[in-house]
């Protein structure tokens, strides 16, 4: 069983930063694949980021590319996502996902089996 609880949103301004955390437990992840989604209200959930555990290869959607950064620490078992120039349409609730193997397509939601809550980011203008 895997457990991913993700920490670090909250309500900022636009141009501000937030990190956003995903602590994951419960299985071994040097082999994982970790992505980032995120929904907003009354849209579809859409991709963010993905890194893999084991090449710190990394992965982004044009909308954010340039000022999100993911990454991982081994040694806590967890991945960030630092987000930077955050824009008014960033505002969405932020989801942790994992699957415990490569991840063909890293932009795929249905690759990933395990998902975190959920974490709102709010970006006033």
């Known amino acids: 069983q895997v457990q991913l609880v993700e920490s670090g949103g909250g309500l900022v301004q636009a141009g501000d930063s937030l990190r956003l955390a995903c602590a994951a437990s419960?299985?071994?992840?040097?082999?994982?694949?970790m992505g980032w989604f995120r929904q907003a209200p009354g849209k579809e959930r859409e991709f963010v980021a993905a890194?893999?555990?084991?090449?710190?290869?990394?992965y982004y959607a044009d909308s954010v590319k340039g000022r999100f950064t993911v990454s991982r620490d081994n040694a806590k078992n967890t991945v960030y996502l630092q987000m930077n120039s955050l824009k008014p349409e960033d505002t969405a609730v932020y989801y942790c996902?994992?699957?415990?193997?490569?991840?063909?397509?890293?932009?795929?939601?249905?690759?990933?089996?395990?998902w975190g809550q959920g974490t709102q980011v709010t970006v006033s203008s």
């Open positions: 419960g299985r071994t992840f040097s082999s994982a694949t």
């Open positions: 996902a994992a699957r415990l193997r490569w991840v063909t397509m890293v932009t795929r939601q249905g690759e990933y089996t395990d």
């Open positions: 890194i893999r555990w084991s090449t710190s290869s990394t």
